[in-house]
């Protein structure tokens, strides 16, 4: 089992940035792969980022791309998401996902945070 825990959110300006985390307890996260996902109000969940397991490969949606990084911590607990040029579209409860494969589908990951908040003001 692997509890994720995510941090970081809050309220930014528009053009601002913010970096969220994703803590893993019970197992190491760095046997897994990762997604980033989002949920604003009205809108179905959607992947942002992912990155694999192992090397470490990253995919990122086209509205991000560019903009977020995602990444991990060399002691393999952490995930983060660096988030640059926000606007008010990004406002959304971001979710980190821990499964066997990065890919953007909610339903390959097994494990998952409760979220945090991210609200950009125009």
């Known amino acids: 089992q692997v509890q994720l825990v995510e941090s970081g959110g809050g309220l930014v300006q528009a053009g601002g940035s913010l970096m969220l985390s994703c803590v893993a307890s019970?197992?190491?996260?760095?046997?897994?792969?990762v997604g980033w996902f989002r949920q604003a109000p009205g809108k179905a969940r959607e992947c942002v980022a992912t990155?694999?397991?192992?090397?470490?490969?990253?995919w990122y949606e086209d509205s991000v791309r560019g903009r977020f990084t995602i990444s991990r911590d060399r002691a393999g607990n952490t995930v983060y998401l660096q988030m640059n040029k926000l606007t008010p579209e990004d406002t959304a409860v971001y979710y980190c996902?821990?499964?066997?494969?990065?890919?953007?589908?909610?339903?390959?990951?097994?494990?998952w945070g409760q979220g945090t908040q991210v609200t950009v003001s125009s």
């Open positions: 996902a821990a499964g066997s494969v990065a890919v953007a589908e909610d339903r390959a990951y097994a494990y």
């Open positions: 019970g197992r190491t996260i760095s046997g897994y792969a």
């Open positions: 990155i694999s397991r192992g090397v470490g490969s990253t």
